[in-house]
């Protein structure tokens, strides 16, 4: 069974400190705040699915660090961020799997949407210290594809809904997300 975090934040900077002993899946929702973010995976065979999600409106911040501290254990990193104005929004992204961690997982998915002109960065960052390691790294900054738009829009949708329909699938990453639990998040994507 898997430990199961909720955590939305609201125009606020946070630093958020856990150390994992269990398999764990954290969802973290962001309205224009910047967080600070360590992890520490201190248990063998253990698995953390970090989601983050953010909604950005002024210029913000988001660090993460996840650092593999046992062996066999294994991290998947989904950073999912829309920058609403002309304003910057920067993820720096950390997996470290230091010499004595062997047989460990450490991957990241790093995407920012720009919806206007905004300045978007992502620095993400493998510092792998074992050759025994499986690790991945990707980052996107640009626009939804106007194929994707045609594609709805070919449907009888209109650009507003279509635009709508792809930020709510964006940010709402995973089918077993308890959508209760983050409704002041998808009254924000009204909003957009």
């Known amino acids: 069974m898997n430990k199961i975090l909720y955590i939305i934040d609201d125009n606020s900077n946070k630093d958020y400190k856990y150390k994992i002993k269990e398999d764990t899946i954290i969802y973290h929702f962001s309205i224009n705040s910047s967080n600070n973010v360590e992890i520490d995976l201190v248990k063998e065979n253990i698995s953390l ?12 911040e988001f660090k993460i660090e996840v650092r593999h501290q046992k062996n066999n254990t294994h991290s998947e990193l ?6 609403v104005k002309n304003n910057k929004l ?23 949407i720009n919806m206007n002109d905004g300045k ?19 980052a996107y900054i640009g626009k939804f594809s106007e194929e994707k738009l045609f594609y709805l829009m070919s449907r009888g ?6 635009t709508r329909l792809l930020l709510t699938s964006y ?21 957009i």
């Open 120 to 138: 978007s960065t992502i620095c993400p960052n493998l510092l792998i210290d074992n050759y025994d390691v499986d690790s991945n790294h990707g």
């Open 90 to 112: 920067t993820y720096y992204v950390n997996g470290i799997v230091p010499k004595d961690s062997a047989k460990c997982i450490c991957n990241q998915e790093n995407q920012i």
């Open 78 to 83: 989904y950073n999912h961020g829309v920058n």
């Open 49 to 60: 699915y970090y989601y983050y999600n953010n909604i950005n409106y002024d210029d913000n």
């Open 157 to 162: 949708i209109n650009r507003e809904d279509a």
């Open 171 to 191: 940010l709402i990453n995973s089918d077993s997300i308890d959508l209760n639990k983050i409704s002041k998040f998808i009254n924000e994507i009204e909003k």
